[in-house]
């Protein structure tokens, strides 16, 4: 356990001195009945060989210690049961996708879409953020921060090559890692071992959003790696940026004609029984979210345990007067 104010655990030093200044006057009393020649003992105040005298005065002690410990804020890693769908948006940052063939550029475009799928998220779905270009990085782990998201998108800016599998391989172990934490993370490459094939699809509480022109000019084989992910049941669903007819750019001094691979990002999609979207059609991929069915994970979490250990303590206080009050006449 741990405490979000540990300072606070330093009043716990106040409950011996209070239990010292009961006892005393407790004795006090014993010597001022005593005094009087006995008269009255009997009425509250407890004998001292009466053992039974100090339950309800150890209650209430009890009950403050606790009300302490609940003052610092105590804090517990529990396993959480909760339904929960988890969606990679893998982003395409090669040179290619600062083309203009679409507005403003292909990056833009993509980040604007991806903006708006974002901000409709439902609370329930966790959205991680891939780059990739002639390899695939994760930017932000599977979230339910819609802020960290936004933020992790806006970094993003044209690199070098294109590397459509190492974006797919990186999303499926940012999948694998958020809803296994005990697997480790892995940047670049698919989880290992690789689990037995599922139809493909199957896995409905995941989804990969490959945002993407589909021009690829890095191994692996993007097929290859789309067969991985319809191994594990993970669907792919395709967004098209950029025109078929092209454009010309201009890099390092050179010129490079670029155009929209409908047909390789339609591959990818059906072979992971995925969809593919043209990046114009908004109301599409906002619908992506009906797509994924949360299942029902267990994950451990650091929560705050302050209601319960409080509501403990005040419970040790309320049953420490009710037994004095039976048993000594008296509120301790």
């Known amino acids: 356990m741990s405490f979000a104010w540990p300072i606070g655990l330093l009043l716990l030093a106040l409950i011996p001195l209070g239990a010292a200044a009961y006892v005393e006057i407790g004795r006090r009393r014993v010597r001022a009945v005593e005094a009087a020649g006995g008269l009255g003992r009997t009425g509250g105040v407890a004998s001292a060989a009466d053992r039974r005298g100090i339950v309800g005065p150890a209650f209430v002690l009890a009950g403050f210690a606790i009300v302490v410990v609940a003052l610092a804020r105590p804090q517990a890693v529990l396993s959480v049961p909760r339904l929960e769908g988890t969606v990679v948006l893998a982003f395409d940052v090669s040179r290619s996708m600062a083309a203009t063939d679409f507005s403003p550029s292909r990056i833009e475009a993509a980040k604007a879409a991806a903006r708006s799928f974002v901000e409709n998220a439902p609370a329930t779905v966790q959205i991680g953020v891939v780059a990739f270009s ?99 049941g993970i669907r792919v669903d395709t967004v098209g940026l950029g025109t078929t007819a092209g454009t010309t750019l201009d890099i390092d001094g050179f010129s490079v004609f670029t155009q929209l691979d409908e047909a390789a990002l339609r591959t990818i999609a059906e072979t992971t029984a995925g969809t593919y979207h043209d990046a114009t059609d908004a109301a599409a991929l906002t619908g992506i979210y009906d797509q994924v069915a949360n299942a029902l994970v267990v994950k451990p979490e650091t929560t705050e345990v302050t209601a319960p250990v409080a509501g403990l303590g005040l419970a040790a206080l309320v049953i420490g007067g009710l037994v004095s009050l039976l048993r000594l006449g008296r509120i301790p």
């Open 134 to 232: 002639d390899s695939g990085v994760s930017v932000q782990v599977p979230t339910s921060d819609s802020a960290a998201v936004a933020a992790a998108i806006d970094r993003l800016t044209p690199q070098r090559g294109t590397s459509v599998a190492g974006g797919i391989e990186a999303s499926l172990a940012a999948i694998e890692a958020a809803e296994n934490p005990s697997a480790g993370y892995y940047s670049n490459r698919s989880p290992d071992p690789s689990p037995s094939p599922v139809p493909p699809g199957s896995h409905a509480s995941a989804l990969v959003v490959l945002l993407s022109d589909g021009e690829n000019n890095e191994r692996p084989d993007p097929r290859q790696a789309a067969q991985d992910a319809a191994n594990r």
